[in-house]
């Protein structure tokens, strides 16, 4: 089962990516702005998942 959960989060990672440079047009910008703005999303998530997993971890 955990093989299929990571095959599930990997294509939803790159349907998300696809989405990202579709939607917001980013396959027309340079490499440098496309690597910091799905830098600044990986970010962005990794705080989201880091502040519920504290907070499990606290109650």
């Known amino acids: 089962?955990?093989?299929l959960?990571?095959?599930?989060l990997l294509a939803t990672g790159f349907k998300a990516y696809r989405l990202?440079?579709?939607y917001l047009n980013l396959?027309?910008?340079?490499?440098a702005w496309q690597g910091a703005?799905?830098?600044?999303?990986?970010?962005m998530l990794a705080l989201i998942a880091?502040?519920?997993?504290v907070a499990r971890l606290v109650n």
């Open 5 to 8: 959960n990571s095959l599930v």
């Open 37 to 43: 703005f799905v830098g600044l999303v990986v970010l």
């Open 1 to 3: 089962m955990g093989g």
């Open 20 to 22: 990202l440079m579709v």
């Open 50 to 53: 880091g502040g519920y997993l």
């Open 27 to 31: 396959r027309a910008a340079t490499p």
